[in-house]
């Protein structure tokens, strides 16, 4: 079976067509400025690639260009749209609504409204996406596929804040996690190349990209995670502050007279390595940054390293073990000073690190950074949260 994965954002539209026989990649691409001038997509397969300048005002005529070019001659791979077995579709948050990847109905798609206001840039823009599929391919089956599924199995001592339990029962206000479908993923991956069954594994995966997550898989299960009620917790990321004490929160609204919701957008967009370094929020600007001296930068990579350590620390804890570390994502399979700075110190846990090894460029396949007869394994796993998305949408039909 061929399966589409669509991503809807608020004005882009990724896909990829996945062949599930032997899960490859048949086609690719996405449309950009979907309701904006200047709107095109950009398709891969065949190995060639083809620009589509075109005027984009909905996800559904996104919809129809991109199955035009799936069928289209040069980076065409189908004959026909019934040659697509199903849909696979991202969807950022699911609150408690959903607790695993859901067949669209149209109650399950009033039930997804409920959560928009837990991602109000990303569910929304989800829906718009799922219901302009559901109307170019009225007979074609789809899936939700959620970010958070993967963080459902966390305890509740885990998952809770300190506040008043029946508000937690009233409003929903707890942890939920994020990038559960790239965590599943490379945790699943790790297992397999240290030729282990997951449930013999104590696992930190480090997803460290624009944003950032750890979290700890015991026996193949999430049992915590460092992002919260939404993707502003956790470590520190490219332009998101991470972590905060309320309290600051409210006191420097008051100082810059801001709003609540102007204080979140702060916190959500000028923050984060991109704040305290005053430079970029892209680690390869703090990288070259540190190369020319500059402190800031230095100060920004330490802080994330730092951080991300400590939940590494924590998380071995709280799994009283570990086993393995996992980084992935665009930081985590590229920038060697952040793992270098993550597992410097960590001999006490069993870490024994190979800075040569971690020094490699990366070449897109899983590496060994820990030094041969390291109690802990440290590996280096590219992500794939497509392919996520696919095999969980096959699993359901
Ligand atoms: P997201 O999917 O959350 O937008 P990514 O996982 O693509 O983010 O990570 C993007 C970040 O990875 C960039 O902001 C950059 O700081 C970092 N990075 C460092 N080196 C590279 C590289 N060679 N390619 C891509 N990203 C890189």
């Given at each position: 079976m061929k399966i589409l994965v669509v991503n809807a954002g608020s004005s882009s539209l990724k896909y990829q067509l996945i062949d599930?026989?032997?899960?490859?990649?048949?086609a690719k691409g996405g449309c950009e400025r979907i309701g904006i001038d200047g709107s095109f997509l950009k398709a891969k397969g065949n190995g060639e690639e083809k620009i589509y300048q075109k005027e984009l005002p909905n996800h559904k005529v996104a919809i129809e260009l991109v199955l035009h070019a799936l069928q289209d001659?040069?980076?065409?791979?189908?004959?026909?749209?019934?040659?697509?077995?199903a849909v696979g579709h991202r969807v950022v948050a699911s609150g408690e609504f959903f607790k695993k990847t859901t067949l669209v109905t149209p109650d399950v798609l009033k039930t997804l409204e409920e959560t928009f206001e837990l991602a109000p840039l990303h569910n929304p823009a989800a829906a718009t996406g799922v219901k302009a599929c559901m109307e170019v391919m009225p007979k074609t089956p789809m899936a939700l596929v959620f970010d958070t599924s993967f963080h459902a199995t966390m305890p509740e001592k885990a998952y809770l804040?300190?506040?008043?339990y029946d508000d937690y029962k009233k409003y929903g206000v707890r942890k939920y996690g994020a990038h559960g479908t790239s965590h599943k993923f490379v945790s699943a991956e790790a297992a397999k190349y240290l030729g282990?069954?997951?449930?013999q594994l104590k696992i930190v995966t480090c997803h460290l990209g624009n944003g950032s997550s750890i979290t700890a898989v015991d026996g193949g299960k999430?049992?915590?995670?460092?992002?919260?009620?939404?993707?502003?917790?956790g470590v520190l990321m490219g332009t998101r502050s991470g972590d905060i004490d309320a309290s600051a929160v409210e006191f420097l609204a008051r100082k810059k007279g801001l709003s609540h919701s102007e204080a979140i957008t702060y916190l959500n967009k000028k923050c984060g390595v991109a704040g305290i370094s005053?430079?970029?929020?892209?680690f390869r600007d703090l990288e070259a940054g540190f190369e020319r001296g500059d402190e800031r930068c230095a100060l920004a990579l330490e802080m994330f390293s730092y951080q991300t350590k400590k939940f590494v620390g924590a998380y071995a804890a709280a799994m009283g073990g570990l086993d393995c570390i996992v980084f992935t994502a665009g930081i985590g399979e590229n920038t060697p000073i952040v793992r270098e700075g993550v597992c410097a110190g960590l001999e006490f846990l069993g870490v024994e690190f190979d800075k040569e090894a971690n020094k490699k460029k990366n070449d897109g396949s899983i590496r060994e950074l820990s030094a041969k007869g390291s109690k802990v394994k440290v590996l280096i796993i590219p992500t794939n949260e497509e392919l996520v998305i696919a095999r969980e949408t096959a699993e359901l039909l």
């Open positions: 599930m026989q032997n899960e490859k990649v048949l001659e040069g980076v065409g791979v189908i004959k026909s749209m019934d040659e697509i077995g804040y300190g506040i008043d282990k069954k997951p449930e999430c049992v915590d995670t460092s992002m919260g009620f939404t993707p502003l917790a005053g430079v970029s929020s892209d």
